[in-house]
């Protein structure tokens, strides 16, 4: 676990909400006395948890000058992995690889529900980009109920040498894409596979597109177009699951 601070009414009343017990500290403006606030003080005070009161210049160093609205606290989230660290795990992997990769997914509720996939249909990671992509947060680890803490989760400086890196190591990109021409029960997942999954609405980027090796859809038989992105994350891992099992 690594400590963060996280500041402003809204996120510390979304930390409350979702993971309380993940709050070890916390810091308050002691010159405001507004009610909002107090309404966070007072939960805060009911977790156990008493405010420390200081001034706001101390407040802006924790919040990197950004707007904490009075109100800093100290979260344990867990920590990510580097591309240093998603090297080592290829070289012992015993068995063919599985690996989730989402490209700049931006809402933390996927994040949260494709990590609680990928830990039923035993996933050996989930890569997600450092820029223009949702990261760990309260909300990604309530939704993902315990698997944010046994999934590994690598963050990467640059994800299409990241791809690079993993057909170099004999890993076969498999990439979602509503217009592809196979379906997801066309190709082989029981060889090493990263499958790649766009952000919501844009889809991958084109950089990571053209790093796959074959895109696939869903068949869809109904009206809507496509399903969510982390309903269809877990429908193809599970295809990746049933093929395996075979």
């Given amino acids: 676990m690594k400590a963060n601070k996280l500041y ?145 989760v690598y963050q990467v400086t640059n994800l299409a040498r990241c791809l690079r890196l993993l057909k170099q190591q004999g890993l076969w990109l498999i990439g979602a894409a509503g217009e592809a021409e196979q379906t997801l029960y066309q190709v082989d997942f029981t060889v090493p596979v990263a499958l790649v999954i766009g952000a919501e609405d844009k889809g991958m980027r084109r950089l990571t597109r053209e790093n796959c090796d074959v895109l696939v859809k869903l068949p869809m038989f109904g009206q809507v177009e496509s399903l969510n992105l982390s309903v269809a994350a877990g429908v193809f891992l599970y295809e990746a699951v049933r093929q395996r099992l075979a």
């Avoid at 510390?12 to 309380?20: I, R, T």
């Avoid at 931006?106 to 980009?129: E, F, K, T």
């Fill in 8 to 152: 402003g009414l809204h996120s510390v009343k979304s930390v409350l909400d979702y993971s309380p017990e993940q709050i070890t500290k916390a810091w308050l403006d002691g010159q405001r006395q507004d009610a909002r606030l107090q309404a966070v003080v007072t939960a805060l005070q009911a977790l156990g948890i008493e405010p420390i009161k200081t001034d706001r210049k101390k407040l802006d160093s924790y919040a990197d000058g950004n707007n904490h609205q009075g109100i800093v606290v100290e979260v344990l989230l867990p920590e990510l992995l580097t591309e240093a660290d998603l090297k080592d795990k290829l070289a012992v992997l015993e068995k063919p690889a599985l690996f989730l990769v989402l490209d700049q997914v931006q809402d933390p509720h996927n994040l949260g529900a494709c990590l609680r996939s990928c830990d039923a249909a035993g996933v050996d990671g989930v890569i997600i980009p450092k820029d223009n992509a949702v990261a760990m947060t309260p909300t990604v680890c309530k939704v993902a109920s315990g698997a944010a803490e046994t999934v590994p």
